[in-house]
Nanobody, 115 residues
Framework: QVQVVESGGGLAQPGGSLRLSCTAS????????MGWYRQTPGKQRELAAS???????KYADSVRGRFAISRNSAQSTVYLQMDSLKPEDTAVYYC?????????WGNGTLVTVSS
């Protein structure tokens, strides 16, 4: 069993920044792909950014150039640096850890962008 725990959500003003963190338990962190997804009420969960075990990154068009995903294998942590935040970035952000043998989600952390 792998535990995925997000932190760092909260309230930010438009144009501001937040950094989300996600820690995945277990010694397999360096071998799994990690992703940040987000969901708003009434909408499907969507990928915001992902990073493979090898460090290859992918971003949704809506966040490219404003968000940056990174990982620290020594700390089993993945980060999502969110800059130039917009009200439409308001959502619950979920962290996901995947490989060909596992798929685990965290419980989510709420990000609210409002003045």
């Amino acid at each position: 069993q792998v535990q995925v725990v997000e932190s760092g959500g909260g309230l930010a003003q438009p144009g501001g920044s937040l950094r989300l963190s996600c820690t995945a338990s277990g010694s397999m962190f360096s071998t799994v792909d990690m992703g940040w997804y987000r969901q708003t009420p009434g909408k499907q969960r969507e990928l915001a950014a992902s990073i493979t075990s090898g460090g290859r990154t992918k971003y949704a068009d809506s966040v490219r150039g404003r968000f940056a995903i990174s990982r620290n294998s020594a700390q089993s942590t993945v980060y999502l640096q969110m800059d130039s935040l917009k009200p439409e970035d308001t959502a619950v952000y979920y962290c996901r850890a995947t490989s060909n043998v596992m798929d685990f989600w965290g419980n989510g952390t709420l990000v609210t962008v409002s003045s």
